[in-house]
């Protein structure tokens, strides 16, 4: 295993560049979306194992060890995290196989429950800090949670700054003592708020998707009710997460700090509800004529019809598989 670590470590670029190879490939493997694609996706999901475990092997490099990735003795959440949301859809497809598509969605439960459990105690044992690309990415950026752009000492003025006659505080002990509890005070009750936004905020992002199989479970996949109930969280969730990433009196003070990377993060969160206009019933209603439509009136073109009725093809059969777990 040691042996493997060092030849990857020396050769990343060229492992990266196989990785990429073999799972473009992936997608032209015969009967991926058909009802016997058990055998393509088990292919699938070894080789985003095998990826992520590279990944994580390349990131525990002894010689950057000096700017936080994860230490070598702790539990790998990000790689356990990759290896069940590559082993997702091969429940599912087997679940399907042998059980229909209405148990398919007990198994599909249990995985869910599984990546959410693991995420929690990633979050927790991460010291609260923000999941990247749903735990797979370690979030190794240091920050403050507290910051404030004032130029004060304790809430009130520094001294011999202009307060009064030849630069003189005008304000006694006493005033100065209860000015700076009050501000204490303040700060404090600001920064629960935040504190308890960011936690509601990142729990309602990691319980999101267990929610919305679980909704399907019970009304099923045409049913609009998961598909509304998973946009109302993810909405309710991001818009904490943006109240805590906002900056208080136009930008003068912010109370919790989120890096440049947890930034990125919540960017990507909001382009991820693009994936609504893929999840059924908005799909099989609005999404997919259009598509169709689009396809029959491009089918006439030499070339260009071939290549719109595969990625057409190709749309609705990750559809299936990937659009309710993506993001998650």
């Known amino acids: 295993m040691e042996a493997y670590k060092k030849w990857v470590r020396r050769n990343k670029d060229y492992v990266h560049s196989l990785e990429s190879l073999a799972n473009g490939l992936t997608w032209l493997l015969p009967e991926r979306f058909s009802a016997s694609e058990i055998g393509p996706e088990a292919v699938t999901a070894i ?10 092997i390349i990131d525990t490099t002894p010689t950057q060890m000096h700017v936080g990735p994860v230490e070598p003795n702790s539990f790998p959440y990000s790689l356990c995290i ?3 949301k590559d082993l997702e859809t091969v429940v ?7 059980f229909g598509d209405d148990k398919k969605w007990n198994f599909i439960a249990v995985t869910e429950a599984t990546k959410v459990l693991v995420r929690l105690i990633s979050f927790r044992n991460s010291g609260y800090k923000m999941l990247l690309h749903g735990g797979d990415t370690p979030n190794i950026e240091k920050h403050s949670d507290f910051s404030s752009s004032q130029h004060s000492d304790g809430g009130f003025p520094r001294p011999g700054s202009g307060h009064g006659p030849n ?4 304000w ?3 005033g100065r003592a209860l000015s700076a509890l009050s501000r204490f005070g303040e700060n404090a009750r600001m920064s629960s708020d935040t504190g308890a936004l960011f936690l509601m905020g990142e729990v309602l992002f990691i319980i999101r998707p267990l929610m919305y199989v679980l909704f399907i479970r019970k009304y099923g996949i045409r049913s609009w009710i998961p598909w509304s109930l998973s946009l109302a969280v993810d909405a309710v969730g991001i818009g904490f997460l943006t109240q805590v990433a906002k900056s208080r009196d136009g930008g003068k003070e912010q109370h919790y700090h989120l890096t440049a990377s947890e930034q990125d993060e919540l960017k990507r969160r909001k382009l991820l509800w693009a994936l609504y206009l893929m999840r059924d019933p908005f ?13 029959k009136q491009l089918e006439p073109v030499p070339v260009i019809g071939f290549l719109t009725a ?14 309710y777990m993506s993001g998650s």
């Open 82 to 84: 990759s290896a069940i």
């Open 310 to 323: 595969k990625i057409v093809e190709l749309v609705v059969g990750a559809q299936t598989r990937y659009t």
């Open 172 to 174: 006694n002990l006493e």
């Open 47 to 56: 080789l985003g194992i095998i990826t992520a475990m590279n990944e994580h």
């Open 92 to 98: 599912e497809v087997a679940a399907q196989h042998y």
């Open 283 to 295: 799909f099989t209603k609005y999404t997919r004529q259009r598509l169709e439509s689009t396809e």
């Open 167 to 170: 630069g003189l505080n005008p």
